[in-house]
């Protein structure tokens, strides 16, 4: 076998590509031909939804930055979940409504916090806000491990709500939600190299934040 | 792609994103090799490589946002809503007030269907769908809940023998943690991290042999509280089964051999070495669990 600096294929490579989440199917209409009874539905709902329920709550909660609210929108991201159900087609599950929880954490935000939502530019930019960020390449000396091993809850949680969206949704997808590099680069729906790249910085700008403090 | 003729990128940010992809599980095996090498002759890269693991340690340890019961009641309830249709003789609920007022938009229009009604027919009558009572569902969600994890500890009560309670404090505490937001609370494949995160805890840490070359991955730990007290947990994948081992400390305890109380769905077998009282409880067949078994015994003497 090559040595090569390729990445596994994912174990679950089967990753949800970008869903329609809001197409309400109607409920108890047969919308195709072999349609899953209104039971399994209902049961692959409890099955495919209800275990991922705490990791929707974090990731709502780091995308609209509070826990109250992040109730709000994975109960909505469960009503369209419930509806989208049956377009469900496998793959992991987490993924799948993650997604649909993330896109409904973009909708609620515009939709109440429309000031909040910052106009993301292009990767430039976001390098550009790395940099005055201070990442920290290999090529720089990094704050010690055991410095940010220590690091205390408060400054950790504070250090990551101060992420730039992109870099913190990265982050929180991979790090908190345990999804893999694939899976993100599915929901995201950017390359692979990009959520790679991304993950780094969120990483290099927490290192360096959290290496800063005495 | 030459210079270190490995196969990696040489410039340094590539080879961090290598870093990167390592500690997140990313890499196969040789390329995992190709870059835990460069680390070992690189200072700068094992540090960077501690840098990460430090991080993803200490984001991993932040705390979880709590799904209470009354929310998942809520969630269970939306479930609900086109499941109970079928299973149930439609009854004319249209008055009934909604807790869930975005759901009920299609409601109203309600004809009887009846339980038996052919999906033929259902299909032509879409508006006989009802979306009343939620609030009499998400009572009958959260008592359905309550009452699945009920039965379940009930069930190991009266079936198991010996330490009753105790085996169904376990089994609750393993299906608890297959709905929890994730099944342990230190993740890590290292038992270097896993030991020292339970003694700091509860100053206990069980053997944790590594049992990944055998198919048994180990995930990490958690703490189950059973009869009031704290006790260790640690957590193997098996394929997409997960494992709980809780172990008991005992105090000049007895050695006993496994002992087999599998019940309701789930294998569960139990087995003291003098140190510590195990349970191990899994959705894997019998066999397997009793293969996982022998494995953790032989490795953990």
Known sequence: MPVSGNLVLGNKARAPSRLEVV?????????????????????RFNQVVLPHLGDALALARWLTGNAADAEDVVQDACIKAHAGISGYAGGNPRAWLLTIVRNTSYTWMSRNRPRAMMAVG??????????????????????????????????????????PEPFRETLVLRDINGLAYREIAAMLDVPMGTVMSR???????????????? | MTGHDDGLPNDPEGIALMIHALVDGELDAAAALAVERRIAADPRLAAEHARILALRGAVARLPRPDVSDAFLARIAAIGMAGGEQQAQPAEPQRGAPSALPGLIAGAGAGQRREAGTRPSQTRT??????????????????IMISAVLASGATQWVMQ??????????????HRRSLL???PIDIVSSDRHTVKPWLDA????????????????????????????????????RHREHLITLVAEPQQGGKVTQPDDLSSGGFSMVHWSDGAFSY?????????ELDDFVARFRKAAV
């Open chain 1, 122 to 163: 292009d990767l430039g930019d976001l390098d550009d806000m790395a940099a005055a960020h201070g990442t920290s390449l290999p090529d720089e000396d990094g704050p010690e491990a055991s410095l940010i091993a220590k690091a205390d809850t408060a400054a950790l949680e504070a250090a990551i709500a101060a992420l």
């Open chain 2, 125 to 142: 009558s879409p508006r006989a769908r009802r979306f009343g009572s939620f609030d009499w569902r998400a009572m009958a969600a959260s």
């Open chain 2, 160 to 173: 198991s023998g010996v330490d009753d309670g105790f085996a169904a404090a376990v089994a609750s505490g």
């Open chain 2, 180 to 182: 929890a937001a994730s």
């Open chain 1, 23 to 43: 197409r309400p199917i109607p409920s108890g209409v047969s919308d195709h031909g072999a349609a899953l009874s209104e039971r399994a539905l209902a049961e």
């Open chain 2, 201 to 236: 805890r509860i100053g206990v840490s069980p053997p944790a042999p590594d049992l990944a070359q055998d198919g048994y991955a180990l995930i990490g730990g958690r703490v189950e509280v059973i009869s009031d007290r704290p006790v260790p947990a640690l957590v193997y």
């Open chain 2, 279 to 287: 349970w191990a409880i899994s959705d894997m067949e019998r066999p």
């Open chain 1, 199 to 214: 993950l780094a910085r969120a990483r290099g700008l927490l290192a360096s934040e959290l290496g800063r403090a005495p």
